[in-house]
T-cell receptor
Framework: AQSVTQLGSHVSVSEGALVLLRCNYSSSVPPYLFWYVQYPNQGLQLLLKYTSAATLVKGINGFEAEFKKSETSFHLTEPSAHMSDAAEYFCAVSHSGGGADGLTFGKGTHLIIQP | KAGVTQTPRYLIKTRGQQVTLSCSPISGHRSVSWYQQTPGQGLQFLFEYFSETQRNKGNFPGRFSGRQFSNSRSEMNVSTLELGDSALYLC?????????????FGPGTRLLVL
């Protein structure tokens, strides 16, 4: 079974500071990994995804994530936090069986931006 | 291109009733997945449809069912509602059902069961 662990249910950073949201996965086969963001009362928006083409993945809004197989991690970073980044962030892994088993999500990390 | 749409956006039902939620995927997308989001359990996979066939189902009771139409639109039904069914139900569409396909999510239907 595949699983995702997001360390820290809440992360608080100052505006302009580095954002680091942690995600570790377990998978018996090479995974496909995703980061989604959810703003209040909205659905999920894809930030970026890893599909084995490159270990450093760049996404929208300045976010990027690095796949580290040795650490089974896929941490999300943004060099400079903006107030508009305040939201819930979800890391997800796609099952080897394809979309048939759906995405497995972490519990989410609530990002708080301090002015 | 229009995104994934879900109707209704909000719904209030009472225990024992049934409910049907609708999802229209992005034009050209043939795969539709459904997820339940609750504060306690987080995001959980319900089922996925591709070309009108249910490909797999998550760990939910048989009260949860769905279907997909020839135009890829999908509906999910929950019968005999329980208080614990109160949740945000999210629909996601993708071009196909491949492992690396990106799922695009709709805004969700928030269901409250009283």
């Amino acid at each position: 079974a595949q699983s995702v662990t997001q360390l820290g249910s809440h992360v608080s950073v100052s505006e302009g500071a580095l954002v680091l949201l942690r995600c570790n996965y377990s998978s018996s086969v090479p995974p496909y990994l995703f980061w989604y963001v959810q703003y209040p009362n909205q659905g999920l928006q894809l930030l970026l995804k890893y599909t084995s083409a490159a270990t450093l993945v760049k996404g929208i809004n300045g976010f990027e994530a690095e796949f580290k197989k040795s650490e089974t991690s896929f941490h999300l970073t943004e060099p400079s936090a903006h107030m508009s980044d305040a939201a819930e962030y979800f890391c997800a892994v796609s099952h080897s069986g394809g979309g048939a088993d759906g995405l497995t999500f972490g519990k989410g990390t609530h990002l708080i931006i301090q002015p | 291109k229009a995104g994934v749409t879900q109707t209704p956006r909000y719904l209030i039902k009472t225990r024992g009733q049934q409910v049907t939620l609708s999802c229209s995927p992005i034009s050209g997308h043939r795969s539709v997945s459904w997820y339940q989001q609750t504060p306690g359990q987080g995001l959980q996979f319900l089922f996925e449809y591709f070309s009108e066939t249910q490909r797999n189902k998550g760990n939910f009771p048989g009260r949860f069912s769905g279907r997909q139409f020839s135009n890829s639109r999908s509906e999910m039904n929950v019968s005999t509602l329980e208080l614990g069914d109160s949740a945000l139900y999210l629909c996601a569409s993708s071009l196909s059902a491949g492992v690396q396909e990106t799922q695009y999510f709709g805004p969700g239907t928030r269901l409250l069961v009283l």
